[in-house]
Structure formats: structure tokens, C-alpha cells
């Protein structure tokens, strides 16, 4: 008899939720991406219940992050969203360019499921190891019936791709969703929805994503993060546009202000053709109104995903 259970696919990629500290004492001092994602399943009693796939697709510090396995992840995600019998995913990463990652699916793959990534900010060796607990509710969440798009749980809190952003450098609760607010709660394996599941806004067509996304790293788009601050100088701008950049994403001051210096650098950047973006620094906000710049914000975005939204445009 065919098994109509429904399946949820478990994507690893290391991260801290993969770490392991010679001491459970020590919250800081751990190696990232050290247990496969099989074995993180299999710490987690309660997940036996379920039907899962486990599926290693990276082993590595998400700081080191790039854009191979980018692309990697998004053409098994595609795959495993066009299976039937699967109700949703989950990837496994480090919180460090998490936000980043969840972007960078939330555009390129037609999320009509659950693509729910969670990590964690203590090592799986850690007496307050938070991991599995993460591991449980991003589970409940594939398998919660209408949800759809790419989002992140984290201490029982489930956040958009777009808005979520990490905000604490130690705290269990490290990433927020600022003044948009969660979608959901996560509580004793129920999931409570506060607000509507992210739409799906892919930036190209899902049978062009295989064709699209460049199998080189070095043939991705060169867009680089440029910052503007007290006593800032062109210096960075024009160093970065004789390098033969594709774009640059400033991180703006305020509502999208920028020193009179980069301003201009930036303004001949854009007149020479590389794309220019404004992005406010400010964690909480996003660049309103009408502006007498002549560079585009990114409004809601914040700078390093900005600096996705660039590159796909680009490609």
C-alpha cells in the first residue's frame, strides 16, 4: 500500500546548529558545520514521528556563504517543490547571511510550499543547545496546511523572507521582522498565523532557473556594499568602479541621506552605468517619500538584500 504521509525534505548546509564545542559549557568558542544534517534529525527524538528526507546540500560557516551553493540549494528546493508527495522544506543554516539566503529564494523559486529555514545561536554540543527545538517547529510549519513562501523560525517565531533581519550577536532570539512584525508563532508544535504567508516573487520563470543562475561564482554579478558615514570620501566608489563592477548598494544614513562626497562619487558611477542603489542602515524603517537624489532607493530592503535584489536584476 502507497504511503500517503506527507513528506517534508530537510536540506543541510552547516551552520552554528551544526557545531560542536569541545566544552557543552562553551557558547562561542565552537566549530561550525560539523554534524551532517542526518545526524541533527536523528538528535531529535520527537522528529521520528514525521516523514522526512534528509538531504546534505552544503557542510560550511554560513560566513562563508557563496554563490554555488546559492545555487545548489535553489535548483534542489525547485526540485523537491515539484514533487506531490512533499509538503514543504526545510534548510538547515548558520545565522550569520541567513536573511541573505532567504532573499535570495524568496526570488527565484516558486515557493507555492512551505521553504522554511531555521538555525541556531548555540552549538549542538550546548547544554542550551536551541537548535532542536528550532529543527521541531520549522517541521510543524512545513506541514501546516495553506502556508506557502520562503520563511525563518527561530525561537518559536516565524518570519518573512523579506523582512527578517538579524539584530543581537548572542541572544536565543537574535532575528526580528522590525515594525512589519511576525507571521506566525509557533507554539507546542501549533502553529498560530498572525499574518498573511509571504507571497511568492520570483524573479524569473521556474523553468529558467537552472539556465539562469551561473554555474562559475565569477560569473555572477559584481555588486558590491559601499558605506556612507561622518568624513566619508569617494575613495571606495570610484576604486570599486575601475575595478569593473556591476553595481553598488550604499548603506544610506537616515532615510536613505548621503554625505555629499559619496553622493557625487555614486551619481558619475551611475552615469558611467553601474547600477546604484540607496539602502537606509537604520534596522527598523524603510527610505518614504520623495527624495531630490537622483540615485533609487531600495525602500524596505535592507543593504545585503539590496544587494541581491541588484544582482538578480542583473543576470
Not at 521553504?115 to 545561536?121: D, F, G, K, P, Y
Request: glycine content about 8%.
Amino acid at each position: 500500500m502507497q504511503n500517503k504521509t506527507p513528506v517534508v525534505v530537510v536540506l543541510g548546509t552547516g551552520g552554528t546548529i551544526a557545531g560542536t564545542a569541545r566544552s557543552a559549557s562553551d557558547n562561542v568558542g565552537y566549530t561550525a558545520a560539523q554534524l551532517g544534517v542526518a545526524d541533527l534529525v536523528a538528535a531529535v527524538p520527537a522528529l521520528s514521528a514525521f516523514n522526512l528526507e534528509v538531504e546534505q546540500v552544503a557542510q560550511l560557516d554560513s560566513k562563508d556563504m557563496g554563490f554555488g551553493v546559492w545555487r545548489d540549494l535553489a535548483l534542489r528546493c525547485a526540485h523537491h517543490l515539484a514533487r506531490a508527495e512533499v509538503a514543504g522544506i526545510v534548510i538547515t543554516h548558520g545565522t550569520d547571511t541567513l536573511e541573505e539566503t532567504a532573499y535570495f529564494l524568496h526570488r527565484v523559486l516558486h515557493a507555492n510550499k512551505p521553504v522554511v529555514l531555521t538555525a541556531a545561536m548555540r552549538p549542538a554540543t550546548s547544554t542550551q543547545a536551541d537548535g532542536p527545538q528550532n529543527l521541531l517547529d520549522s517541521v510543524a510549519l512545513a506541514l501546516t496546511q495553506g502556508a506557502h513562501g520562503v520563511m525563518v523560525v527561530m525561537a518559536g517565531t516565524v518570519h518573512g523572507a523579506v523582512e527578517v533581519r538579524k539584530v543581537h550577536t548572542y541572544q536565543l532570539d537574535a532575528l526580528t521582522s522590525g515594525d512589519s512584525g511576525a507571521l506566525a508563532r509557533v507554539e507546542e508544535g501549533a502553529v498560530r498565523q498572525l499574518r498573511a504567508w509571504p507571497p511568492t516573487e520570483p524573479v524569473f520563470a521556474a523553468d529558467k532557473l537552472a539556465s539562469t543562475l551561473p554555474t562559475q561564482e565569477s560569473a555572477w554579478p559584481q555588486v558590491h556594499i559601499v558605506s556612507s558615514h561622518a568624513g566619508a570620501t569617494a575613495l571606495p566608489v570610484k576604486a570599486l568602479v575601475a575595478a569593473g563592477v556591476h553595481g553598488l548598494v550604499v548603506s544610506a544614513t537616515g532615510n536613505g541621506t548621503l554625505h555629499h562626497a559619496v553622493e557625487a562619487a555614486l551619481i558619475e558611477a551611475q552615469a558611467a552605468g553601474v547600477k546604484v542603489l540607496r539602502a537606509t542602515r537604520c534596522n527598523d524603517g524603510c527610505i518614504v517619500g520623495i527624495s531630490d537624489s537622483p540615485l533609487p532607493a531600495a525602500r524596505a530592503l535592507n543593504v545585503v538584500k539590496a544587494r541581491i535584489e541588484s544582482m538578480l536584476q542583473a543576470l
